[in-house]
């Protein structure tokens, strides 16, 4: 099992950038697929990114896809996400997650192939 704590949310302005992180405990962190998604105001949770347990395999959202990089430490038992050019649409609570499912060829994009979630850090942008 392994338990996940979201931090470096936080009220930025449009255009700016913001790293959010997601530190690990419990075991056999380097062997889980992990993901980042998000939920907007009024909005069903919708994925962002994920990124295999070698991080030789990355996925992004379109919606996201140049501007957020995703990293991981395995040493660390973190993930990362970079997030530049940030845009208002961009607003919500961001989650990371964890899943015992291997990346396979197009990655984890939904949240029910995750089995550990964190609380969420709040992400706010405003124009």
């Known amino acids: 099992q392994v338990q996940l704590v979201e931090s470096g949310g936080g009220s930025v302005q449009a255009g700016d950038s913001l790293r959010l992180t997601c530190l690990a405990t419990g075991r056999a962190f380097s062997e889980y697929t992990l993901g980042w998604f998000r939920q907007g105001p009024g909005e069903d949770r919708e994925f962002v990114g994920t990124?295999?347990?070698?991080?030789?395999?990355?996925r992004y959202a379109d919606s996201v896809r140049g501007r957020f990089t995703i990293t991981r430490d395995n040493g660390k038992n973190t993930m990362f996400v970079q997030m530049n050019s940030l845009q208002v649409e961009d607003t919500g609570v961001y989650y990371c997650?964890?899943?015992?499912?291997?990346?396979?060829?197009?990655?984890?994009?939904?949240?029910?192939?995750?089995?550990?979630w964190g609380q969420g850090t709040q992400v706010t942008v405003s124009s």
């Open positions: 990124i295999s347990d070698s991080s030789r395999a990355i």
């Open positions: 997650a964890a899943s015992r499912r291997p990346f396979g060829i197009v990655g984890l994009t939904r949240g029910d192939e995750y089995d550990y």
